[in-house]
């Protein structure tokens, strides 16, 4: 497709089931690490008779601007129109010691969760360091950890990872 690319099915089998395309030929995703992963998908599906499927993966996206963004899972855009309901819990930067110290205080961590359980739908995080912090919340919802259970993770004293646990707190 000369506008969209490649286009692939869930496994990312062309119509030539023995071809795949992976990366930023045939994927709305235009990350390194969504093709990375992508590529191990492929390997898996055509060498080792996988199943895997791109609409299992998990994505998290990070932009690297100043201060940086980053998210992984639903939105709360996505949650209204899907008709999920939720809960947010959000924590300030401009509370955490280490950006107070690094004069980063813009930013926050704002996780959304099941209105019924702890379950993690999704999350955004905005100020420095927003790309890293965000791999913490993606293995939680990867692994099926829920907010609470984050609360109890000892995190060092001061890092701007303490407010992922902060957040928890809150639930």
């Known amino acids: ?3 969209t690319g490649l286009v692939v099915n869930n496994k990312l089998q062309t119509t030539n089931p023995r071809v795949y395309g992976v990366g930023d030929c045939c994927s709305k995703f235009k990350f390194t690490h969504v093709a990375d992963f992508m590529g191990r998908m492929v390997v898996r599906n055509a060498l080792f008779f996988g199943s895997a499927k791109m609409s299992d993966l998990l994505i998290p996206h990070a932009t690297f601007t100043t201060p940086e963004i980053s998210s992984v899972g639903l939105y709360e855009d ?3 129109d899907k ?3 939720y809960k947010v819990f959000e924590k300030s930067f401009s509370d955490n010691d280490r950006a107070i110290c690094d004069s980063a205080t813009t930013g926050m961590v704002r996780i959304r969760v099941d209105a019924k359980t702890d379950k993690i739908l999704g999350a955004s995080i905005v100020g420095a360091g927003a790309g890293n912090l965000i791999s913490e919340v993606t293995l939680a919802m990867q692994s ?7 609360a109890s ?3 060092p004293y001061p ?3 303490e407010t992922v646990r902060q957040t928890g707190d809150l639930y």
């Open 1 to 3: 497709d000369e506008r």
């Open 78 to 80: 996505d949650l209204d």
């Open 83 to 85: 008709g999920i309901a």
């Open 144 to 150: 099926g950890t829920g907010l609470a259970k984050l």
């Open 153 to 155: 993770v000892i995190h």
């Open 159 to 161: 890092t701007t990872g």
